[in-house]
């Protein structure tokens, strides 16, 4: 079972290494419980998914695409699944930082080889890539990127 404070820890920590970001976007958010921490922590975050059934938060209801025009100062995820590597990629095209949690891949990897590959596709696009890690059980490895 995934820990219920993964969402307020992931938007403290986002806080404490981003305290000059206002606008976030939270992709492949589900239902916006992130992004209802995030506005507890003082970000306006808008969420990108699906999902139709979501709490009152401000919702995209599609996925993110390199396409999307750029409105944020940090693009998130909180195990994100399929989209990890989306916020990777749309961060270097914009040039703007990324911090993700990721829980598994999107391309069949292991954790271990798939964290590897995140931290390696990040550094060559052009990030400073830092590892950190949330106080909880469960995926809790934060994976940042700043633009050099």
């Given at each position: ?5 993964r969402?307020e820890?992931?938007?403290a920590y986002?806080k404490?290494?981003?305290?000059s ?5 939270d992709?492949a958010g ?5 992004n209802?921490e995030?506005?507890k922590?003082?970000f ?7 999902r139709?059934k979501?709490l009152p938060v401000p919702?995209a209801e599609?996925r993110?695409?390199l396409?999307?025009p750029?409105?944020c100062d ?5 195990h994100p699944d399929?989209?990890?590597?989306v916020?990777?990629a ?5 040039r703007?930082p990324?911090s ?7 391309n ?9 590959h995140?931290?390696?596709?990040a ?8 590892e950190?890690?949330l106080?909880?059980p469960?995926r809790?490895?934060?994976?940042t990127?700043?633009?050099?």
């Open positions: 079972m995934a820990d219920k404070r969402f820890l992931f938007a986002l404490g290494s981003f305290p970001a206002r606008r976030v976007y992709v589900g239902m916006g419980r992130l209802q995030l506005t922590a003082g306006e975050a808008l969420t990108f998914d699906v139709v979501r919702f599609r993110l695409t396409e999307e750029c409105a940090l693009v998130v995820g909180m399929g989209a990890t590597s916020i990777v749309y961060a270097a095209r914009h703007i990324f993700i949690v990721p829980c598994c891949s999107d069949g990897m292991s954790y271990k080889p798939w964290m590897r995140l931290a390696a596709a550094a060559e696009a052009g990030f400073m890539v830092e950190g890690s106080p909880m469960g809790s490895r934060v994976l990127g700043r633009p050099r």
